[in-house]
Nanobody, 124 residues
Framework: QVQLVESGGGLVQAGESLRLSCAAS????????MAWFRQAPGKEREFVAA????????YYPDSMKGRFTISRDNVKNTVYLQMNDLKPEDTAVYYC?????????????????WGQGTQVTVAS
């Protein structure tokens, strides 16, 4: 098992930047590919970004490319999401997940290992 705790969310103005952190605990952090998801009120969960278990490759949907960057530090057992040029439509609760699987083309399967989420609110 792995336990995940997200932090770094808050209220920002459109066009500003924010960095989220996902701190992991447990014995198996290095075994997992990791991902960020988000969910806004009344919306379905949306995939944001993913990285393999050693940070060798990353994957983003087209809508996030160029603005969001995922990275990880396995020494610190932490995954990050750098978000630039934030837009009001980025407002959501952001969750990290220890993925069941991930391939270099971005095909993934999420696991039941979720954090509690961190709220990001972007004002226009």
């Amino acid at each position: 098992q792995v336990q995940l705790v997200e932090s770094g969310g808050g209220l920002v103005q459109a066009g500003e930047s924010l960095r989220l952190s996902c701190a992991a605990s447990g014995r198996t952090f290095n075994w997992y590919s990791m991902a960020w998801f988000r969910q806004a009120p009344g919306k379905e969960r949306e995939f944001v970004a993913a990285t393999d278990w050693n940070g060798g490759f990353t994957y983003y949907p087209d809508s996030m490319k160029g603005r969001f960057t995922i990275s990880r530090d396995n020494v610190k057992n932490t995954v990050y999401l750098q978000m630039n040029d934030l837009k009001p439509e980025d407002t959501a609760v952001y969750y990290c997940n220890a993925l069941e699987s991930l391939n270099p083309r971005g095909t993934y399967k999420s696991s039941d290992y979720w954090g509690q989420g961190t709220q990001v609110t972007v004002a226009s």
